[in-house]
């Protein structure tokens, strides 16, 4: 049984193979199948010259989704997806498919998640979820290379480690319990037994928040490094998202053409050195008072919306053109080629409405952000919309992070955590910092956060035997997924997604 992506190895030469029907349209005794099988998609003809009247039927009553066997000859055509087309001379039917709820007409995306366990088998989730692999294996390899050790921390926790407030609680025999929200705490601890390690596992955050950006199950990557500070941190994180981003530009060129990604915006990540600013200065930005390349954020994201409302403008035009050439009666082809195009362009137009309606927002946001708090999403967007690179912003006010953020030995106010944003709006992928080593500053945090005592035992014994300076960092998959693949949203980055608002299927 040959595989679709194998089909290059095989040209004019009869084979079998195995799958489902995508999608089938019939044209003067030609029946044109689209199959998929996991590994790829691959048009496949049946042609009534060819084939018996059997089976020449048996392909006129395909419905989409039907499984198959079919034999055939490997022909190349370069039109093709894949580059491959399959001359089918026989066909056994192996499951049949009636009323499949997906069709090629838009659904709403509500029924597209009610149907997520059917929805996973279009080409555009199959894309995204191909890139997610190999983000999966580039992440696993750079580590490897890198001589860290995998491990794994517990998904059960006594305690927060993140903030008490997006705790999903669970039971553990008759202790009360809690799903992780890191697995950094006892990262630190086989940090301290294995140098350099990372953890690569679920965690959870009881988020109400409905963004695009909020999953309330999430994996995340955790290296966490002995004898690392916040600046051998941030060099390690910039070597890492280099790293990822390369191997999976190299890797999933197909699967990017799919979604039409512009892969043009990650030229400058592989080589370009990643800006790094202080807290500060990413507030300066924010709030219209640092320049880069001669420009305030204000002055580029006023220049945006003009920019914006041109292409509505030249849209419209368009649109106007289109539909006087139709009223003129056109035949039915070109008909229809106007209209797809007329459609595209209203779809585009709406993008760019909501686009142009969110930047005043932004801009009046940015212009009344409080020195001492988070950046929200329209912050991050405003710093990212100055670089075409991902941004680190390093230095926070400490008591916006967590308990065990290392105070600045220089100014007491500040934590050296690093965020790192990435470009076109997509937010923090990146979130860490040196940990904390003084046992004093810790004992008081841990009050100061309300946190049990008792349950850190464990973790302050990590400051009381050979404490070291060390750092680390957690990268949010789902995020980075949804920045590679240009997704709109994050839940489609991760086979069954789980936000608020969504436990089923
Ligand atoms: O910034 P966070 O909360 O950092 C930590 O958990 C640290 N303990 C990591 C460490 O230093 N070892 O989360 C890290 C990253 C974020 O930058 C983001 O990419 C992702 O995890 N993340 C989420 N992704 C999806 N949905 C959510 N609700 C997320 N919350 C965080
Ligand atoms: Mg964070």
């Known amino acids: 049984m040959i595989q679709i992506k194998d089909f290059k190895n095989y040209e004019e030469k009869v084979i079998e193979t195995q799958g ?33 009247d059997d089976v020449f039927n048996v392909a006129g009553r395909l419905t989409q989704e039907s499984s198959v066997k079919l034999k055939g000859k490997v022909v190349k055509d370069e039109k093709q997806i894949g580059g491959f087309e399959l001359h089918v001379s026989e066909i056994k039917l192996i499951g049949t498919s009636v009323d499949y709820p997906i069709t090629n007409k838009e659904h709403g995306i509500e029924f597209l998640m009610d149907n997520r366990h059917l929805w996973l088998r279009s080409k555009r989730q199959w894309a995204v979820l191909k890139i997610r692999n190999r983000l999966i294996y580039a992440i696993n390899n750079f580590f490897q290379k890198e001589g860290f050790v995998q491990t794994d921390s517990p998904i059960f926790t006594p305690n927060a480690a993140e903030g008490s407030t997006t705790l999903f609680s669970s039971k553990f025999y008759d202790d ?21 390690i990372y953890t690569f596992g679920p965690t959870f955050r009881a988020e109400k928040s409905k963004t695009r950006r909020h999953l309330s199950e999430f994996w995340m990557i955790e290296p966490e490094m ?42 400058n990540i592989i080589s370009e050195k990643f800006p790094r600013l202080t807290y500060d200065e990413a507030v300066e930005i924010i709030k219209g008072k640092k320049k880069i390349n001669g420009k305030t954020s204000i002055e580029v994201l006023e ?3 003009i920019q914006i409302k041109n292409k509505i403008e030249d849209c419209n ?7 006087k050439i139709i009223a003129g009666g056109v035949k039915k082809g070109k008909r229809n080629f106007l209209q797809n195009r007329i459609d595209t362009l209203k779809n585009d137009i709406r993008k760019l409405e909501i686009k142009a309606s969110n ?23 405003v710093i990212t919309r100055m670089f075409d690179v991902p941004v680190m912003v390093y230095n926070w006010p400490h008591q916006i992070k967590a308990f065990y953020m290392k105070r600045d030995n220089e100014n007491p106010e500040l934590a050296k955590g690093v965020d790192v944003l990435a470009p076109e709006g997509y937010g923090e992928i990146v979130g860490g910092g040196e940990r904390e080593t003084d046992l004093n500053l ?12 008792k349950e850190f035992e464990w973790y302050l014994d990590l400051r009381k035997y050979g404490s070291v300076p060390h750092a680390g960092f957690g990268l949010g998959l789902e995020r980075t997924v949804a920045w590679i693949c240009g997704t709109q949203h994050i839940r489609e980055t991760i086979p069954f997604p789980r936000y608020y608002g969504r436990l089923r299927p």
């Open 20 to 52: 489902w029907v995508t999608n089938r349209r019939s044209s003067k005794g030609l029946e044109f199948l689209i199959l998929r099988d996991g590994s790829g998609f691959a048009q496949c003809i049946v042609s009534k010259d060819d084939v018996s």
């Open 303 to 305: 220049n945006d919306l």
């Open 442 to 453: 810790l004992l008081s945090k841990i009050e100061e956060h309300n946190l049990p005592m």
């Open 359 to 381: 930047i005043p927002k932004w801009i009046e946001s940015a212009a009344n952000f409080e020195y001492g708090n988070d950046f929200g999403g329209s912050d991050e967007t």
């Open 176 to 196: 009360d319990a809690y799903l992780a929200q890191t697995g950094q705490l006892y990262g630190e601890a086989m940090a301290m037994a294995m140098g350099k």
């Open 317 to 323: 035009t368009e649109i106007t053109e289109k539909e």
């Open 226 to 267: 002995a004898f690392y500070d916040n600046d051998m941190n941030m060099d390690l994180i910039e070597k890492f998202i280099k790293y990822i981003v390369k191997d999976v530009l190299e890797n999933c060129e197909t699967q990017l053409e799919m979604l039409n990604r512009d892969i043009t915006v990650f030229k």
